[in-house]
């Protein structure tokens, strides 16, 4: 009966779904003029999979498929994605399908709300109706709508972090019943490393938080793990290098706050990636060759973790020094767009410029979060149960993993931009109102039972009402007031890249000099449209041409091009000029200036040099 009763929410929840996917993508296609164009990391990500596309059509397989190997800032899973969509059979423009990646994993957030929460709850009724509004509380923000539209990874995120929770829910279930199916298993690898495969750097503090919970959960078995691991593993010359590489790890978020000393610097970041790779070696071949006694003495929740998502997400991580890099020039960007991200959630949108809240109408999720938090407190308070089995509930466990994620995010970043946080909100719902709902089902009293229900009603009625308030969905302000261009709407912006595209011959194959992206040129107007011009080219060219970034290491000769491009902010300039006569003389190449266009703005200008074949110098 309670199955049938769940019903009307599952199509409520479903038509919600339909209803912002369709007119979401409709605001995007009829009102951004500039979704030919993505943001700087997009346009970059998008760059290198049409070089990819060009590499496998010319034949060039190992080059067309390294940079997914290769992967040092972002994973490789949205390129991947993005190139396959290069071979899906529409007529939408690579930009459009790009950007509708982000509306599909936030469409794919709502049914794994409801999947997750009918398994936890045990029932498909009350699965319904907390995905439901859950998925209100993901809807109802600021900035999701602007990300639900672009190929940034914010969705993604989402979408991979509430399986890792589930995940391990999931873990901690049945390890308490006394065996981990191998499904389990799989569903941790699947999620755990497809949120590390989303984003590094918020992979590893994921698995940062697992570890913590870990030794809160097993506080016992982990000092049998410290003392067979001092007596056996770190012992001398062992147990000084631990100690110094994980103080050296642990020591850049404070150095960043404490000292001016720049640690962005090459040197510094291949002695980090070195210590750090003779340790992870180390460590591992020593596990490996002791795993029986490992397996006996390690909780068997830290095995599966191990196995399964932290040693294959590290030895990616150490096949390359420049992903190394990538993680300590994350760690070193400070951008204070906020103060903090938990008072990001908790603050009204609004009302502290330094602050900026997230939630249309925050009182949903304030009382929902201290409905939840009573839950908890009622549950350790409640002594049917010894404390040790309650730090051992799975749901108690998934929802530490996902605070102490929060709480190390804030503490070890200076990049405090409020999008950060939008990841956790899907979680958040699922937890929240998973917590919500067992005040309900461990009520011992009808004083209790009553209470409960009364504050779910409460608690959903005001998520609801996100729906109907002053930018909720169902009125008329939403579509009107959310920001859904996130290129925004002025057309002029980008005019400068299309004009320069549209020079290029798509047949004909180039080699370009962007010196926009060089430090001399980071004052000129050009500079934040340069990946802009890169990106625009290569769409105007990778069906038939091509037209590739310059690189010492990439390009050893340019027999395959047609032309040279050199893009600056003035033609001609010495700047670019001299680079371009270095390149020729090193490569023994030859050309000749056949045209030169200054775009409208001004702001850049375009020469092509035709390269001359041997047959024609001769």
Same mark, same amino acid.
């Given at each position: 009966? /309670?199955?049938?009763?769940?019903?009307?929410?599952?199509?409520?929840?479903?038509? @919600?779904?339909?209803?912002?996917?369709?007119?979401?993508?409709?605001?995007?296609?009829?009102? &951004?003029?500039?979704?030919?164009?993505?943001?700087?990391?997009?346009?970059?990500?998008?760059?290198?999979?049409?070089?990819?596309?060009?590499?496998?059509?010319?034949?060039?397989?190992?080059?067309?498929?390294?940079?997914?190997?290769?992967?040092?800032?972002?994973? #490789?899973?949205?390129?991947?994605?993005?190139?396959?969509?290069?071979?899906?059979?529409?007529?939408?423009?690579?930009?459009?399908?790009?950007?509708?990646?982000?509306?599909?994993?936030?469409?794919?957030?709502?049914?794994?709300?409801?999947?997750?929460?009918?398994?936890?709850?045990?029932?498909?009724?009350?699965?319904?109706?907390?995905?439901?509004?859950?998925?209100?509380?993901?809807?109802?923000?600021?900035?999701?709508?602007?990300?639900?539209?672009? $190929?940034?990874?914010?969705?993604?995120?989402?979408?991979?972090? @509430?399986?890792?929770?589930?995940?391990?829910?999931?873990?901690?279930?049945?390890? +308490?019943?006394?065996?981990?199916?191998?499904?389990?298993?799989?569903?941790?690898?699947?999620?755990?490393?497809?949120?590390?495969?989303?984003?590094?750097?918020?992979?590893? @503090?994921?698995?940062?938080? =697992?570890?913590?919970?870990?030794?809160?959960?097993?506080?016992? *078995?982990?000092?049998?793990?410290?003392?067979?691991?001092?007596?056996?593993?770190? /012992?001398?010359?062992?147990?000084?290098?631990?100690?110094?590489?994980?103080?050296?790890?642990?020591?850049?978020?404070?150095?960043?706050?404490?000292?001016?000393?720049?640690?962005?610097?090459?040197?510094?970041?291949?002695?980090?990636?070195?210590?750090?790779?003779?340790?992870?070696?180390?460590?591992?071949?020593?596990?490996?060759?002791?795993?029986?006694?490992?397996?006996?003495?390690?909780?068997?929740?830290?095995?599966?973790?191990?196995?399964?998502?932290?040693?294959?997400?590290?030895?990616?991580?150490? =096949?390359?020094?420049?992903?190394?890099?990538?993680?300590?020039?994350?760690?070193?960007?400070?951008?204070?767009?906020?103060?903090?991200?938990?008072?990001?959630?908790?603050?009204?949108?609004?009302?502290? #410029?330094?602050?900026?809240?997230?939630?249309?109408?925050?009182?949903?999720?304030?009382?929902?979060?201290?409905?939840?938090?009573?839950?908890?407190?009622?549950?350790?308070?409640?002594?049917?149960?010894?404390?040790?089995?309650?730090? /051992?509930?799975?749901?108690?466990?998934?929802?530490?993993?996902?605070?102490?994620?929060?709480?190390?995010?804030?503490?070890?970043?200076?990049?405090?931009?409020?999008?950060?946080?939008?990841?956790?909100?899907?979680?958040?719902?699922?937890?929240?109102?998973?917590?919500?709902?067992?005040?309900?089902?461990?009520?011992?009293?009808?004083?209790?039972?009553?209470?409960?229900?009364?504050?779910?009603?409460?608690?959903?009625?005001?998520?609801?009402?996100?729906?109907?308030? +002053?930018?909720?969905?169902?009125?008329?302000?939403?579509?009107?007031?959310? !920001?859904? =261009?996130?290129?925004?709407?002025?057309?002029?912006?980008?005019?400068?890249?299309?004009?320069?595209?549209?020079?290029?011959?798509?047949?004909?194959?180039?080699?370009?000099?962007?010196?926009?992206?060089?430090?001399?040129?980071?004052?000129?107007?050009?500079?934040?449209?340069?990946?802009?011009?890169? @990106?625009?080219?290569?769409?105007?060219?990778?069906?038939?041409?091509?037209?590739?970034?310059?690189?010492?290491?990439?390009?050893?000769?340019?027999?395959?091009?047609?032309?040279?491009?050199?893009?600056?902010?003035? =033609?001609?300039?010495?700047?670019?000029?001299?680079?371009?006569?270095?390149?020729?003389?090193?490569?023994?190449?030859?050309?000749?200036?056949? /045209?030169?266009?200054?775009?409208? $703005?001004?702001?850049? &200008?375009?020469?092509?040099?035709?390269?001359? *074949? !041997?047959?024609?110098?001769?």
């Amino acid at each position: 009966m /309670k199955r049938i009763a769940g019903i009307p929410f599952l199509i409520l929840g479903i038509l @919600l779904v339909y209803y912002y996917s369709v007119r979401a993508w409709q605001m995007f296609l009829n009102v &951004c003029p500039n979704h030919d164009f993505l943001s700087w990391d997009e346009n970059i990500r998008l760059a290198t999979v049409l070089d990819q596309y060009v590499d496998f059509r010319d034949g060039s397989w190992f080059r067309g498929f390294f940079p997914f190997l290769e992967s040092p800032t972002w994973p #490789p899973l949205r390129s991947i994605i993005t190139f396959a969509s290069l071979y899906f059979p529409t007529d939408w423009p690579i930009t459009y399908r790009d950007s509708f990646n982000g509306l599909i994993f936030l469409i794919f957030v709502y049914p794994t709300l409801f999947y997750i929460l009918s398994k936890v709850t045990r029932s498909w009724f009350w699965g319904s109706v907390l995905s439901f509004f859950s998925f209100i509380l993901t809807l109802q923000t600021q900035e999701v709508p602007a990300y639900s539209l672009t $190929s940034m990874l914010e969705t993604q995120s989402m979408f991979f972090l @509430l399986w890792s929770a589930y995940a391990l829910y999931r873990l901690y279930e049945e390890d +308490n019943s006394g065996e981990i199916r191998t499904s389990t298993k799989y569903l941790v690898a699947f999620s755990l490393f497809g949120f590390y495969f989303t984003k590094y750097p918020y992979g590893i @503090l994921f698995f940062m938080a =697992c570890f913590t919970y870990e030794f809160l959960r097993n506080p016992t *078995k982990y000092k049998d793990v410290i003392v067979y691991l001092y007596k056996d593993y770190a /012992k001398g010359f062992r147990l000084a290098y631990l100690v110094f590489v994980v103080l050296m790890i642990f020591s850049l978020p404070v150095l960043r706050v404490v000292s001016n000393i720049n640690l962005n610097q090459r040197p510094f970041k291949m002695f980090m990636y070195y210590i750090s790779l003779v340790l992870f070696v180390d460590l591992s071949l020593y596990m490996f060759r002791n795993r029986s006694k490992a397996i006996a003495v390690f909780p068997r929740t830290t095995v599966v973790l191990w196995v399964y998502a932290v040693f294959p997400a590290f030895l990616w991580l150490f =096949c390359n020094p420049d992903r190394v890099s990538a993680l300590i020039d994350a760690q070193m960007i400070v951008n204070h767009y906020t103060r903090s991200f938990f008072l990001t959630l908790w603050t009204e949108p609004g009302i502290d #410029p330094k602050v900026p809240g997230i939630f249309d109408f925050v009182w949903g999720f304030r009382i929902l979060f201290l409905v939840s938090s009573v839950s908890i407190l009622y549950f350790f308070a409640n002594k049917s149960k010894n404390w040790k089995d309650k730090i /051992k509930d799975p749901l108690f466990g998934a929802t530490v993993a996902i605070f102490l994620e929060l709480l190390i995010l804030e503490l070890a970043t200076g990049n405090k931009q409020p999008r950060h946080v939008l990841q956790f909100i899907p979680a958040i719902g699922f937890f929240t109102t998973a917590w919500s709902l067992r005040f309900v089902q461990s009520a011992e009293s009808k004083p209790f039972l009553a209470a409960g229900y009364l504050s779910i009603a409460v608690v959903l009625g005001l998520v609801g009402w996100n729906l109907f308030y +002053n930018q909720g969905l169902l009125s008329d302000r939403f579509f009107q007031t959310k !920001p859904f =261009c996130y290129r925004g709407t002025n057309v002029s912006d980008f005019q400068p890249a299309r004009e320069i595209a549209n020079q290029l011959d798509p047949t004909k194959k180039y080699i370009l000099i962007n010196a926009f992206h060089d430090k001399e040129k980071y004052e000129t107007k050009g500079r934040v449209l340069a990946s802009d011009f890169d @990106l625009a080219m290569k769409l105007k060219t990778y069906e038939k041409g091509a037209v590739r970034n310059d690189h010492p290491r990439k390009w050893k000769d340019w027999s395959k091009f047609d032309s040279v491009l050199l893009l600056s902010d003035t =033609c001609p300039d010495a700047f670019v000029e001299e680079k371009f006569e270095s390149r020729s003389k090193i490569l023994i190449a030859e050309s000749t200036l056949v /045209k030169t266009y200054r775009e409208g $703005s001004g702001i850049a &200008c375009l020469q092509e040099f035709r390269i001359l *074949k !041997p047959e024609v110098t001769k």
